[in-house]
């Protein structure tokens, strides 16, 4: 079954979510990312989602748990490009993705995880709230 | 074959020269369209109609197919020129006169049959009639929503205030239909600008509805979730007033008086400052944190 | 009136994927805006994923209706799974008996413009959605 790939980047772990992912596809993701964490004892997983043209709750949930996940084990948890319509599509939704930070980009996004690597302090919250 | 279809058939000719005659100057309208065209869509409707009218009187069914399609044609056209719904119904219904003059003069002798064919095929004038008026009124339907998406679109620009930082001013009063498009073009904005701070002024907008300040709320958390910060400057007094009366809890979100503070904060949240130029030149670098 | 009609399975995660996408195609073809085009194939993928995982399986009907001048995209869900006893509770956010976030229902309901739905214990369930141009 197709995996899909994720690359590392110093201690970050860089995934790229490109294609329509079906539940297994997601589920074998976020098995995937816990164990490249655990195993490079990565300090940081970004998330594009910049192709993502759509999240639902499943999706949402995933993402949630992959943050929750990163942080037990020390990680922390960043995603990136959001589509503006995602983003309305999700707060008519009412999901607030807890845990989560999130960037406009990629690179935006790295920059988040170096200065939490770097410092180890807690960044805002996508919701607003301090870690 | 009914008198009605036997007269299309036998007396199209004379049928076509009374109706254009006979169409009074304010149906004839020949400061929209000229003698010309009119004749060709006259001459063009009869023959279409008079075929279909041959095969049956159900103006919805397979024979009419040509009739509707030109009839389409006709309303569309003559919408674009200028005439109202009523004009381009007049067009099928100036048919009726010269149509009914000649039912009389072929069943002179019949007086019950001629009231059947004047019925029937007034009937089915009158919903070719109606068909047209129907397409007229969609047309400009048409255009009327399409003439309300440009003006939306011209009337929420998103201006960017510095690197990184976009701003919105709101003017005027906003319905449901007008905040979701501002949502979108701010949303798109910054993801196009690169920002990572936008400012909704709405010191323009004289009042403030539930409905409206949901709408914001969820632009907020929108970009938020995007990851840019948001906030809304520019509330007056009166609006704010309205806020707390109507139970509004704005609790995240950051608010300020003034697009200029709101400015500053923005600044701040880039790391950035604005010192003068001759302190600039002594220490020789922007300060940046 | 229906102006175009077709039934698709959902049986496998694959198939949910795929009545998005179907959702997506159909929705351009009606020009429907992007945000709005988001919003209902995100509610697809809702209640495409709940006729799996509730209803044990079930189809997708996606129509193309007319109402006066305005067309609309109609979709219905059907399944013959074990039903829904309480529809208000369900109908209720954060209710939820899958340990998500239980958004699926209530949430797809404020994605679209008309929303019903029909359940019995026992009897299977029946979700309809509208979105209109």
């Avoid at chain 1, 004892?41 to 992959?66: C, H, K, P, T, Y």
């Avoid at chain 2, 323009?204 to 929108?222: E, F, N, S, Y």
């Avoid at chain 2, 904060?265 to 300060?287: D, E, F, P, Y």
């Avoid at chain 3, 077709?6 to 351009?28: H, K």
Wanted: glycine share 6%; with cysteine; net charge negative.
């Amino acid at each position: 079954m197709d995996r899909i790939p994720i690359l590392k980047v110093g201690d970050c772990l860089l995934v790229t979510i490109q294609v329509d992912m079906h539940d297994e596809l997601a589920m074998s993701l976020q098995e995937d990312l816990t164990s490249q964490i655990a195993k490079h004892a990565s300090r940081g997983v970004l998330i594009d989602i910049s192709s993502l043209e759509v999240v639902d709750s499943f999706i949402g949930r995933m993402l949630a748990n992959i943050a929750a996940m990163s942080r037990v084990l020390d990680a922390q948890t960043v995603l990136t490009g959001m589509q503006p319509a995602v983003a309305i599509t999700l707060v008519e939704l009412g999901m607030s993705l807890p845990g989560i930070k999130t960037a406009l980009n990629v690179e935006r996004g790295m920059e988040l995880l170096r200065e939490f690597t770097q410092q180890n302090v807690g960044l805002e919250d996508s919701d607003g709230s301090e870690d | 074959m009914s008198a009605f279809q036997q007269i299309l058939r036998s007396n199209e000719d004379s049928i076509l020269t009374s109706w254009l005659k006979g169409m009074s100057s304010s149906t004839r309208r020949s400061d929209l369209i000229d003698d010309a065209d009119l004749k060709q869509q006259v001459k063009e409707f009869l023959r279409l109609f008079t075929e279909a009218a041959q095969i049956s009187s159900d103006i919805q069914s397979a024979a009419y197919v040509s009739v509707r399609e030109f009839l389409k044609q006709i309303a569309k056209s003559r919408m674009d020129r200028g005439f109202s719904p009523a004009d381009t119904a007049m067009f099928i219904l100036s048919l009726k006169e010269p149509v009914f003059v000649a039912l009389k003069d072929t069943l002179k002798g019949n007086p019950s049959e001629l009231v059947t064919e004047i019925w029937s095929s007034g009937d089915l004038l009158d919903k070719l009639a109606m068909l047209t008026v129907d397409t007229a009124i969609g047309f400009r339907e048409q255009t009327i929503s399409r003439q309300q998406e440009e003006m939306l679109e011209l009337s929420t620009p998103v201006v960017k205030l510095w690197d990184g930082i976009v701003a919105l001013p709101l003017i005027g009063t906003l319905d449901s239909a007008r905040t979701q498009v501002v949502m979108e073009s701010l949303l798109t904005a910054i993801v196009e600008t690169n920002s990572q701070v936008a400012i909704i002024d709405i010191t323009g907008v004289p009042t403030v509805d539930t409905l409206v300040a949901q709408h914001l709320i969820k632009t907020i958390t929108a970009a938020r979730l995007m990851g840019a910060e948001c906030f809304l400057s520019g509330i007056r007094p009166a609006i704010a007033q309205t806020i707390v009366h109507l139970g509004i809890d704005l609790a995240d979100i950051q608010t300020k008086a003034k697009l200029s503070d709101a400015f500053s904060i923005a600044l701040r949240i880039l790391g950035k400052s604005v010192v003068s130029a001759r302190t600039a030149q002594a220490s020789s670098k922007i300060k940046e944190e | 009136m229906a102006l175009k009609t077709e039934t698709f399975p959902i049986a496998t995660s694959d198939d949910v994927v795929r009545v998005r996408q179907v959702t997506r195609i159909w929705s351009t073809e009606l020009k429907f805006s992007l945000v709005d085009q988001t919003k209902f194939v995100t509610a697809t993928s809702e209640l495409a994923r709940n006729t799996l995982e509730h209803g044990g399986g079930g189809t997708m009907t996606a129509e193309i209706i007319e109402n006066g001048t305005r067309r609309g995209l109609r979709l219905t869900f059907r399944d013959e799974g074990p039903g829904i006893s309480d529809i208000n509770l369900a109908l209720r956010d954060g209710y939820t008996t899958g340990g998500g976030m239980g958004l699926g229902l209530s949430g797809s309901k404020r994605l679209v413009n008309e929303f019903d739905i029909k359940s019995e214990p026992g009897r299977g369930t029946v979700v309809t959605i509208v979105r209109w141009k």
